[in-house]
């Protein structure tokens, strides 16, 4: 019998040799009742269109494992780096990626009164 106490063994994950990275800066979710469909994608400056790099499909309870698992990975990173800002949301996500970047104009200075004599 085991020791309640004790952490189970630690999951041995291979990557392939073969295995290929994928960028993705766009993700659609899609969901039925017994699963959850996650497209990655890449969307490029001046592209009409998103280029689908990988799919996912999970249980709904693996998705939500897997959400409380990127939660608490965010939360270490912003105990190590900072806060992560999220872009504004007057701006779809896009806007924010890939519009050329606009320093904030200043204010413009109040007319100046004209002088009495």
Do not use: C, W
């Not at 766009?26 to 400056?45: G, K, N, Q, S």
């Not at 007057?90 to 009495?116: G, I, V, W």
Request: proline fraction near 15%.
């Amino acid at each position: 019998m085991t020791n309640p106490a004790q952490k189970p063994p630690a999951l041995a994950i291979e990557l392939p040799p073969d295995l290929q990275t994928v960028y993705a800066n766009l993700a659609r979710i899609a969901h039925a009742p017994a699963e959850f469909v996650l497209d990655f994608a890449r969307l490029l400056p001046g592209d009409g269109k998103a280029t689908v790099t990988a799919r996912v499909v999970m249980s709904p309870v693996a998705l939500k494992l897997l959400v409380q698992a990127i939660n608490e990975n965010l939360a270490r990173y912003e105990t190590t780096y900072g806060t992560i800002n999220l872009p504004s949301i007057n701006h779809t996500l896009a806007d924010n990626l890939f519009r050329p970047f606009q320093p904030p104009t200043p204010p413009a200075e109040p007319p100046k009164e004209p002088e009495s004599e």
